[in-house]
T-cell receptor
Framework: GENVEQHPSTLSVQEGDSAVIKCTYS??????FPWYKQELGKRPQLIID?????GEKKDQRIAVTLNKTAKHFSLHITETQPEDSAVYFC???????????FGSGTQLTVLP | KAGVTQTPRYLIKTRGQQVTLSCSPI?????VSWYQQTPGQGLQFLFE???????NKGNFPGRFSGRQFSNSRSEMNVSTLELGDSALYLC??????????????FGPGTRLLVL
């Protein structure tokens, strides 16, 4: 089945700096890659997603890149703010398996 | 539209008991997936239902089961509870399969504590 690895597990940045979280996946049939943000005690919320026919997608301060050949995708957050502090999960969806496989999460802390 | 809702939000049970959790998807969504979230194992897929049929199941023992009703509401049941079943149980709904055809939206979760 699909295996998603996520790095780093913890990340601390100064307010205003950029943050990058990286994920790799194993199933070449995976074709959809969402990113979720989970604040303490709250539900995971979709922040951005990318499909396998696209290499990059941006939404204001957030961007995701996908390298299908290398089977890895990354989340980039620019001009970080304290409210960006949360756990971020990447995920990969393989249509053949019909399930979303999640990475282990990254605890992002933005220091004021 | 109202978001995904889950009841109850908190549960305390003892070993050996059984529990039923409920999930109401976003109106119009026909797919419901269930996940177990624990600090050690992260988010793990339990099963997915679409139009009252279980289409996929994760690597969990048979004590974990579920069903979906004609109005797309779903329930999951855990029998003979073990201490290790303590977790946050999340459901997510989507219009279709949960992939490109339909992004998954999560409910607030049910936090289960087994004593």
């Amino acid at each position: 089945g699909e295996n998603v690895e996520q790095h780093p597990s913890t990340l601390s940045v100064q307010e205003g700096d950029s943050a990058v979280i990286k994920c790799t996946y194993s199933d070449s049939a995976s074709n959809y890659f969402p990113w979720y943000k989970q604040e303490l005690g709250k539900r995971p919320q979709l922040i951005i997603d990318i499909r396998s026919n696209v290499g990059e997608k941006k939404d204001q301060r957030i961007a995701v890149t996908l390298n299908k050949t290398a089977k890895h995708f990354s989340l980039h957050i620019t001009e970080t703010q304290p409210e960006d502090s949360a756990v971020y999960f990447c995920a990969a969806f393989a249509g053949s398996a019909r399930q979303l496989t999640f990475g282990s999460g990254t605890q992002l802390t933005v220091l004021p | 539209k109202a978001g995904v809702t889950q009841t109850p939000r908190y549960l305390i049970k003892t070993r050996g008991q059984q529990v039923t959790l409920s999930c109401s998807p976003i109106s119009g969504h026909r797919s419901v997936s269930w996940y177990q979230q624990t600090p050690g194992q992260g988010l793990q897929f339990l099963f997915e239902y679409f139009s009252e049929t279980q289409r996929n199941k994760g690597n969990f023992p048979g004590r974990f089961s579920g069903r979906q009703f004609s109005n797309s509401r779903s329930e999951m049941n855990v029998s003979t509870l073990e201490l290790g079943d303590s977790a946050l149980y999340l459901c997510a709904s989507s219009q279709g399969t949960g992939g490109p055809e339909g992004t998954q939206y999560f409910g607030p979760g049910t936090r289960l504590l087994v004593l």
